[in-house]
């Protein structure tokens, strides 16, 4: 069965400071891997969707890449700003290729605080 | 467009009530879902649909029923709500099921007591 876990589970940044954060997943056979982003008592905001046979994704100051083979998959944040403070949500699409396919599992989060 | 909505934002239901939460989209997805959020748990999906006439479970569909008789629409019906239903809930909707990104609704918070 497919998991994913993100680590930290919270993460705190001085404003300005360029951050990573992780996601693993169990099973390499996914389908793509999106990133999202959850503001407090928000819906989920879709960043940046890597497909399975894609490295990279870049959007702005994100950057995401993807590296099937090890399960898993980073998150970059340049600048960072009191803006970007937010849960960061990763979610692994079913690789399997009958139903379910593309069918989202999600990790728990990375909460994320930028300080002034 | 206005993208993914629901309704209501807000729900407090007693043991063994019912009711609809009500999810629809104007973005013609084909592919539409429902999740539960609950604290380290992290979302899970109950059901999901690839078209009109068309559902299926997910991983936790007890006690939830589906239907799918529009594109627009894909109501989720509590039929005896328990306590342990007591969540958060996300629908989502994307053109076709895998390939593309999901969006999502804003979401509704329902306590059962």
């Known amino acids: 069965k497919q998991e994913v876990t993100q680590i930290p589970a919270a993460l705190s940044v001085p404003e300005g400071e360029n951050l990573v954060l992780n996601c693993s997943f169990t099973d390499s056979a996914i389908y793509n891997l999106q990133w999202f982003r959850q503001d407090p008592g928000k819906g989920l905001t879709s960043l940046l969707l890597i497909q399975s046979s894609q490295r990279e994704q870049t959007s702005g100051r994100l950057n995401a890449s993807l590296d099937k083979s090890s399960g898993r998959s980073t998150l970059y944040i340049a600048a960072s700003q009191p803006g970007d403070s937010a849960t960061y949500l990763c979610a692994v699409g079913v690789g399997d290729y009958g139903g379910s396919q593309g069918n989202l599992i999600f990790g728990k989060g990375t909460k994320l605080s930028v300080k002034p | 467009n206005a993208g993914v909505t629901q309704t209501p934002k807000f729900q407090v239901l007693k043991t063994g009530q019912s009711m609809t939460l009500q999810c629809a989209q104007d973005?013609?997805?084909?592919?539409m879902s429902w999740y539960r959020q609950d604290p380290g748990m992290g979302l899970r999906l109950i059901h999901y649909s690839v078209g009109a006439g068309i559902t299926d479970q997910g991983e936790v569909p007890n006690g939830y029923n589906v239907s799918r008789s529009t594109t627009e629409d894909f109501p989720l019906r509590l039929l005896s709500a328990a306590p342990s239903q007591t969540s958060v809930y996300f629908c989502?909707?994307?053109?076709?099921?895998?390939?593309?990104?999901?969006?999502f609704g804003p979401g509704t918070r329902l306590t059962v007591t």
């Open positions: 973005m013609n997805h084909e592919y």
């Open positions: 989502a909707s994307s053109w076709v099921q895998g390939a593309y990104e999901q969006y």
